[in-house]
C-alpha cells in the first residue's frame, strides 16, 4: 500500500515557473515507477511524465524541455518542475505510483491544481 500526498500547485501567470513535490508513504519506493499526470475539464488524463527506479525519464512531446521530473529515493519524494506554463498546462496534477514489474496496479494523489492565466 502507497499514500501519496501532493504539494505546490497554485495560479502562474504564462511563461512562469510552479515545482509540485510529491511525498510517497512506503519503505519499497525505490520499486515504483513515479510519474505525473493532468486531467483538464472535459479531457482524459494523460501522463506528463514518469522516472524509473533508475532515474529514466519520461516525457510527452508538449511538456519536453519545459518541465523536469526528478525523485529522491532517500526522501520517497519525486517533483516535477515546470518552467515556461503556458495556458494549455492548466489542469488537475496527480501524483501517480506503480511497481515497475508484475501486474500494474496505480496508486495516485488527491490531485493539485494548476491554473495558468494572465
Known amino acids: 500500500q502507497v499514500q501519496l500526498g501532493e504539494s505546490g500547485g497554485g495560479l502562474v501567470q504564462p511563461g512562469g515557473s510552479l515545482r509540485l513535490s510529491c511525498a510517497a508513504t512506503t519503505n519499497i519506493f525505490n520499486i515504483y515507477v513515479m510519474g505525473w499526470y493532468r486531467q483538464a475539464p472535459g479531457k482524459q488524463r494523460e501522463l506528463v511524465a514518469d522516472i524509473s527506479s533508475r532515474y529514466s525519464t519520461n516525457y510527452i512531446d508538449s511538456v519536453k524541455g519545459r518541465f523536469t521530473i526528478s525523485r529522491d529515493n532517500t526522501k520517497n519524494t519525486v517533483t516535477l518542475q515546470m518552467n515556461s506554463l503556458k495556458p494549455e498546462d492548466t489542469a488537475v496534477y496527480y501524483c501517480?505510483?506503480?511497481?515497475?514489474?508484475?501486474?500494474?496496479?496505480?496508486?495516485w494523489g488527491q490531485g493539485t491544481q494548476v491554473t495558468v492565466s494572465s
Open positions: 501517480n505510483a506503480h511497481a515497475a514489474i508484475g501486474p500494474r496496479y496505480d496508486y
